[in-house]
């Protein structure tokens, strides 16, 4: 073997032609090879075999260790070993067209497997295909008979075949390329409206010479305007609450002349509860003046938000006057409890179960955010821990009624005060002793009455008390702040009895 060709069978410097990454990678750039038949290929290769009166003809790419055919006339196979092919041979020469006329007496290839074996070959042409500057194949002809020189015209022709496969390989590629970004962009503008939706978003783009608005449908929606991918910004204005324009105008005028971006918020017109829209813009392009021409933007629904804002704001001012009403209480009860105890250890034992019953109350309307308890579950939490789990001797019932802070706080001290007192002296303080309580809602809507009833049984004949003891101020008074409440509290001697009346309220669940 010649000692300039490697085991491949190629001369060094073909093979570094072939080899070349930049050739390399213009023709693996093209995607091409592997690719299904195609006519204006085939119609190349036809016209080189009459040019050049030869049976064969093909539109080749040379890779590294194959050279396949993208077109093929009059041979019967796709593609054959870069190490034997005449054009790589074609692609090392350089732009111009490389002859054999008489391959058994050409030095190159006379030991060519293409040569000596079924194919025969005796006489080839080769024009190379240049894309990019790089030459990724070629359009030859090959014969199984020796063939005299080309003439000039006819070299001419196919140099012209070649550079017109060289057009088609590279529109085609340009067409596919097209192809895959449009692809790509559906497929990134579908995400991009998913990610939208999902986020509720409404993107838009506001050409301010034309006063038109090219958006999401969306967008339409969100000002409760006819569905449409095209607004005008004056319908958009029209729509924002008559409350909200001047402020929003102000903003997006002032955010114009000093910045590129603008942020407002505003309501919508027409909706109860209100309905708020934020809005993100930014300018995209300005005339020669410096003024805006093209802003893109965002809007989305804040309305969630701004009620839970207001809900907060609500509650704050709520808790705010809790806790001065709170502070008054527990200042009264301190006072009054001191007053009437005799004992320091007895003013503690007072003091402490109160506003144990006074936290338990607080905590109930805290869970719910002031919003009012229901009158059972007050219940539970003052009037069953004096009662006995194994052997209950206090029965309550009672339609579920809501009951608001006032009424809650109040009552929850009375209900205290009575079943601690029982618990002392009353029925509570005996093992046959009893208590029924039982409320019920008297009248019509708009003008219902809550009636409660506490009654002892079956305990120690009860005296009345020489003097009022706080415990009975504290019932008779726990309900001042509730408007026409009413309590009477009676020591029959059968057991202490008491009625609570107080004005129902259409509290929201």
């Known amino acids: 073997m010649d000692s300039k060709v490697q085991k491949t069978g190629l001369p060094v410097e073909v093979r570094h032609a072939v080899a070349a990454p930049e050739r390399l990678a213009v023709l693996h750039g093209l995607d091409a090879i592997d690719t299904a038949s195609d006519p204006d290929f085939d119609r190349i290769a036809g016209l080189a075999a009459v040019v050049m009166q030869a049976p064969i003809a093909l539109v080749t790419l040379l890779d590294t260790e194959r050279q396949w055919f993208k077109s093929c006339v009059g041979l019967n196979e796709t593609e054959t070993a870069t190490d034997i092919s005449f054009c790589a041979h074609a692609i090392a020469a350089g732009d111009e067209p490389m002859v054999v006329t008489d391959a058994r007496i050409d030095p190159r290839f006379f030991r060519n497997p293409l040569v000596t074996g079924e194919h025969h070959v005796r006489f080839y042409v080769g024009a190379p295909v240049v894309v990019a500057g790089a030459r990724i194949g070629t359009v030859c002809v090959l014969d199984r008979e020796p063939h005299d020189f080309p003439s000039t015209a006819a070299l001419d022709q196919l140099k012209a075949l070649a550079d017109l496969a060289a057009s088609l390989f590279t529109l085609k590629d340009a067409t596919r390329s097209g192809a895959i970004a449009e692809a790509a962009l559906a497929q990134e503008e579908k995400r991009r409206a998913i990610a939208l939706d999902a986020a509720s978003l409404a993107s838009w783009a506001w050409d301010i010479r034309t006063d038109m608005i090219e958006c999401d449908v969306r967008l339409s ?13 004056r319908d958009i204005l029209g729509a924002i609450d008559p409350r909200d324009v001047y402020q929003t105008e102000t903003r997006f005028r002032d955010a114009l002349t000093g910045s590129d971006d603008y942020f407002g918020e505003y309501r919508v017109k027409g909706f109860d509860p209100p309905r708020w829209i934020a809005t993100r813009g930014r300018v995209i392009e300005r005339d020669g003046e410096g003024k805006p021409t093209l802003i893109f933007g965002v809007n ?19 808790l705010n006057h809790r806790v001065k009403n ?16 005799r004992r320091p250890s007895e003013f503690l034992e007072a003091f402490g179960a109160r506003l144990q019953a006074l936290g338990a109350a607080h905590n109930l309307l805290s869970d719910r955010e002031w919003r009012g308890i229901g009158i059972r579950e007050l219940m539970q939490i003052e009037v069953k821990p004096f009662d006995a789990a194994e052997q209950p001797r206090i029965a309550i019932s009672g339609p579920d009624l809501l009951l608001s802070p006032d009424q809650a706080v109040g009552l ?41 009833t506490w009654l002892e049984s079956d305990g120690p004949q009860v005296q009345p008390p020489e003097r009022q003891g706080f415990g009975s101020i504290l019932i008779r008074r726990s309900l001042a702040k509730v408007l026409s409440s009413e309590v009477v509290h009676e020591f029959r001697s059968e057991g202490v009895f008491a009625e609570i009346s107080l004005p129902l309220e259409d509290l929201p669940t």
């Open 221 to 233: 929606e969100l000002f409760n305007l006819p569905r449409s991918n095209r607004l005008r910004a």
């Open 300 to 318: 989305y629904d804040i309305s969630e938000r701004k009620l839970g804002e207001e809900r907060q704001r609500l509650l704050l001012r709520e």
């Open 326 to 341: 709170t502070l008054a209480t527990v200042q009264a009860l301190a006072t009054q409890t001191v007053r009437h105890a």
């Open 412 to 452: 929850g001290l009375i209900m205290h005060e009575l079943a601690s007192n029982a618990l002392q002296y009353g029925s509570l303080s005996v093992g046959s002793g009893k208590v029924d309580v039982d409320w019920k809602a008297l009248g019509k809507k708009g003008a219902r009455r809550l009636v409660l």
